[in-house]
């Protein structure tokens, strides 16, 4: 086997407004969109979703190496309120970056439909700051900053 057949190749996030998530993934986040979108209704892509029907169009981001597939879902639609989900269940908690202009980011999360939850805000021994924010869908994002020089 070769080591090239067996590769990480993105994470999947399911959201509720496709163009509303582009936006802030790219506009706020830095992610650019990577090949074409996709419009996926197949028995096949349903059946390895796990779902009876689909109808999902998919958009692929890409900073720093990596990739997400953000999915929205025509049918059978999202479920979920956007809630946050706890950080202890088992699965994915959160997306992570480390920031130069912490604040100025987390003014264009909260511009751009996002939230920063004041709660988590955290100072770190080397001075540089920590806080767990949301994106529109109440996706977690963790923000480092950069340790002060």
Not at 35 to 52: I, K, Q
């Amino acid at each position: 086997m070769n080591a090239d057949d067996n590769r990480f190749t993105h994470v999947g996030l399911c959201v509720s407004d496709l163009d509303r998530s582009v936006t802030y993934y790219c506009d706020v986040l830095g992610f650019t969109e990577v090949a074409r979108r996709l419009n996926v209704t197949d028995d096949g892509s349903a059946r390895l979703l796990g779902l009876s029907s689909l109808d999902v169009e998919l958009v692929y981001l890409q900073r720093d190496g990596i990739r997400i597939e953000l999915l929205w879902y025509r049918v059978p639609g999202h479920d979920g309120d956007g809630s946050p989900r706890q950080m202890n269940l088992l699965g994915p908690t959160h997306l992570a970056f480390r920031v130069g202009d912490f604040d100025e980011l987390c003014q264009k999360i909260e511009a751009a439909g996002g939230s920063v939850l004041p709660q988590t805000m955290t100072t770190f021994g080397y001075g540089n700051r920590g806080v767990m924010t949301l994106d529109p869908d109440g996706i977690r994002v963790e923000l480092i900053e950069r340790p002060q020089s």
